[in-house]
C-alpha cells in the first residue's frame, strides 16, 4: 500500500525552539517537496529534493532546513529563525520529471501551532 | 505577486447542477495546468490536469477549458455531488528536465448543497 505519510498529525511547539517534521514515502519517487499552506493562500513551496543527498531552496525557505539523507525520508526542520511557524505543513513527492507533469501526491499533513 | 489567481473564495451550487471554478494566471510559460482537491485535514489529491496545447481536458464529471489568449481556465463539474465539497486549488506547472515547478493558487471552497 504505497503512499505519503507525514507524523505527527498535529504539532505544538514553545517560541524558541526547533521541531523536525517528518514525511516517508514507499513511492519510489526520486522528487519530494515541501510547503507551507496558511488561511486564504495557495500552497507555497519551502524546499524540494530531486535526488538523495540534494536539496534546493523554494520560494520560503528562511527559517527552514531539510536533509535528504534516504530516498524515503525529507524531513523539515522548522528552526526558531522561522518568524511565523504556525501552519498547515504538506509534503508531496513525485516522480523525476521527464517531459510531461508529474502529478505530485501529497501527505496527509501536519499541523504545527506555536505557543 | 501571485502568478495563479483564483478571485473567488468560495462557491456554492445546489445538487446536480453544474460548478465552475475559475483561475487566471500570469505566466506564459507554464507548460501544464492542474486542478488539486483538498478535504479538510487532508493533502490535496490531484483532479485533472491540461497541456497548455490544449484547450480541453475532460475525465468523468470534471472537464477542464482553457484560453490561452485569456490567461484563463476553469473546472467544471457536472453534475456536481455532496462529496465534491472541498478546496479546489488550481496549479500551473513549468516542466523541467529535473523536477516540475508548481505553483498553486489560494483556493476555492465549494460546497455542494444537497
Known amino acids: 500500500d504505497g503512499g505519503i505519510t507525514q507524523s505527527p498529525k498535529y504539532l505544538f511547539r514553545k517560541e524558541g525552539q526547533n521541531v523536525t517534521l517528518s514525511c516517508e514515502q514507499n513511492?519510489?519517487?526520486?522528487?519530494m517537496y515541501w510547503y507551507r499552506q496558511d488561511p486564504g493562500q495557495g500552497l507555497r513551496l519551502i524546499y524540494y529534493?530531486?535526488?538523495?543527498?540534494?536539496?534546493q531552496k523554494g520560494d520560503i525557505a528562511e527559517g527552514y532546513s531539510v536533509s535528504r539523507e534516504k530516498k524515503e525520508s525529507f524531513p523539515l526542520t522548522v528552526t526558531s529563525a522561522q518568524k511565523n511557524p504556525t501552519a498547515f505543513y504538506l509534503c508531496?513527492?513525485?516522480?523525476?520529471?521527464?517531459?510531461?507533469?508529474?502529478?505530485?501526491?501529497f501527505g496527509p499533513g501536519t499541523r504545527l501551532t506555536v505557543l | 505577486d501571485q502568478q495563479v489567481k483564483q478571485n473567488s473564495p468560495s462557491l456554492s451550487v445546489q445538487e446536480g447542477r453544474i460548478s465552475i471554478l475559475n483561475c487566471d494566471y500570469t505566466?506564459?510559460?507554464?507548460?501544464?495546468f492542474l486542478w488539486y482537491k483538498k478535504y479538510p485535514a487532508e493533502g490535496p489529491t490531484f483532479l485533472i490536469s491540461?497541456?497548455?496545447?490544449?484547450d480541453k481536458n475532460e475525465d468523468g464529471r470534471f472537464t477542464v477549458f482553457l484560453n490561452k489568449s485569456a490567461k484563463h481556465l476553469s473546472l467544471h463539474i457536472v453534475p456536481s455531488q455532496p462529496g465534491d465539497s472541498a478546496v479546489y486549488f488550481c496549479?500551473?506547472?513549468?516542466?523541467?528536465?529535473?523536477?516540475?515547478?508548481?505553483?498553486f493558487g489560494p483556493g476555492t471552497s465549494l460546497s455542494v448543497i444537497p
Open positions: 491540461i497541456s497548455s496545447i490544449k
Open positions: 505566466n506564459s510559460m507554464f507548460d501544464y
Open positions: 496549479a500551473a506547472s513549468v516542466v523541467r528536465a529535473s523536477y516540475d515547478k508548481v505553483i
Open positions: 529534493s530531486q535526488i538523495v543527498n540534494d536539496f
Open positions: 508531496a513527492s513525485a516522480r523525476s520529471s521527464g517531459l510531461s507533469y508529474n502529478e505530485q501526491f
Open positions: 513511492l519510489n519517487h526520486d522528487a
